[in-house]
């Protein structure tokens, strides 16, 4: 992704990439670098919309209209973006309604780099913009082309699955690519005992599991440092407070917070599943944006957040300013050079192809 714009200054604490969090001989990250992590959640958790947050979303709303722009939002935005976007969803769901859409000029994707990257990939054609260029997905970063390759080396023939989490250049060394939603389904779909894919390990440890298949994950230990946040101690307490809550975990999480989970699956599958639940109360384990979605969706019906400090950062860089002025002056614009959107495009429109 590429662009002539210069960050904000006093935001390169979050901006500067890769962000990779050291880990310990067992894979897991240490003390001190979640504490790391948590110190630039909060610095990014204090972009507020301070006021006039109505006036501006009408100035929005009737500038997409003068420009023909559509708003795509995902489920971990902040309320008042999930409010004024034309479509809110998971990362499937986001990625194809931008293949889909036939009028609009302009894409405005508030999410993180790769799902704008997937946008443009998918409908080249279109303007698509990233309203903060710091909107990047840290275990995306994870999973660089020398590891794809190094991996390949070391299991040749062995057909490469990679989660749509991951930057344009790593999709176009793979085979298919997948999301939470259908990553079991695409696994399956392959015609191979033994798959690589990356780069998160608790989803790959997931898929494998679930299809009996031998899955390597790429990198070793990929992660999500959101989802790695929740424990299933916070479970117990809650279910103690709650006992007749239903518990929804995201595959990102740990196994044992898996365990501890009634249902696991992505946060569109989340959103199905509480809506069709007869149960009225949930226990909801993975970014808390998806709150806003669940509490519209079912009035009727509590969440509560499995660890109430469970925000993405880099997701939260979303503003409703920022959205206004890379509207409005058309900035932010993601690019992906065509010789990797070429190879990137089959690897996902192969996964829209699987029923």
Known sequence: MTSDHVPEKGCETILEPPFLVPADQNGKFCFAAKCIYLCIRLEASTFRVEGGTVALA????????????????????????????????????????????????????????????????????????????????????????????????????????????????????????????????????????????????????????????????????GFCPTHLLFQPEDVQILKSQHPEAAVMVHPECTFEMQKAGDFVGSTSQMCRYAKESKATTFIVGTEEGVLHRLRKDNPAKKFFLAYDGAVCPNMKLNTLERIYVSLKEEKHVVTVPEPIAKHARKALQRMFELK
């Open 58 to 221: 009408d100035n929005i709303l009737k500038l997409k209209a003068e420009k023909n722009a559509l708003i795509l939002a995902h489920n971990y935005q902040r309320p008042e973006i999930q409010d004024i976007a034309d479509y809110v969803g998971d990362s499937i769901e986001l990625s194809r309604r931008a293949m889909e859409e036939k009028d609009a000029r302009i894409i405005v994707f508030s999410a993180v780099d790769f799902m704008a990257e997937s946008a443009a990939i998918l409908n080249p054609k279109k303007k698509v913009l990233l309203p903060v260029l710091g909107a990047r997905c840290p275990m995306a970063q994870m999973l660089t082309v020398e590891e794809i390759k190094r991996s390949k080396s070391q299991h040749p023939r062995t057909p490469v699955v990679l989660y749509v989490n991951t930057l344009a250049a790593a999709k176009a060394e793979c085979d298919i690519c997948c999301t939470s939603a259908n990553a079991v389904e695409v696994v399956s779909s392959v015609d191979a005992d033994t798959v690589l894919l990356g780069p998160d390990r608790n989803l790959a440890e997931y898929v494998q599991r679930k299809t009996g298949k031998t899955v390597i994950p790429i990198p070793e230990w």
